[in-house]
């Protein structure tokens, strides 16, 4: 089992930055594969961006490349997700997932967070 819990998430103005974090314990390793996925009101879960715990594998949406970065501190188990340029449009719960497979479908993750709110005022 692997346990998953998000921070970070907050109220901001439109090209604010942001930094959310994953902390992860339970069974994981470094070849676990952690991700980034967003969810709005009344749209499908869509990917964000992904990290292997231990390197040779970075991945980001089309639309927040250059604008996002997703890091790792591994020994602290966290994976973090650094915002900027936010826009109203990124406005969605965001969720942490993990597996051992790197992948942005979100059917192909296992393990998942709670989750934590992102809204970006106009």
């Known amino acids: 089992q692997v346990q998953l819990v998000e921070s970070g998430g907050g109220l901001v103005p439109a090209g604010n930055s942001l930094t959310l974090s994953c902390a992860a314990s339970?069974?994981?390793?470094?070849?676990?594969?952690m991700a980034w996925f967003r969810q709005a009101p009344g749209k499908e879960r869509e990917f964000v961006a992904a990290?292997?715990?231990?390197?040779?594998?970075?991945d980001y949406a089309d639309s927040v490349k250059g604008r996002f970065t997703i890091s790792r501190d591994n020994t602290k188990n966290t994976v973090y997700l650094q915002m900027s340029s936010l826009k109203p449009e990124d406005t969605a719960l965001y969720f942490c997932?993990?597996?051992?497979?790197?992948?942005?479908?979100?059917?192909?993750?296992?393990?998942w967070g709670q989750g934590t709110q992102v809204t970006v005022s106009s």
């Open positions: 339970g069974r994981i390793s470094i070849n676990t594969a």
């Open positions: 990290i292997i715990r231990g390197g040779g594998g970075i």
């Open positions: 997932a993990a597996d051992w497979k790197f992948s942005p479908r979100p059917d192909e993750y296992h393990y």
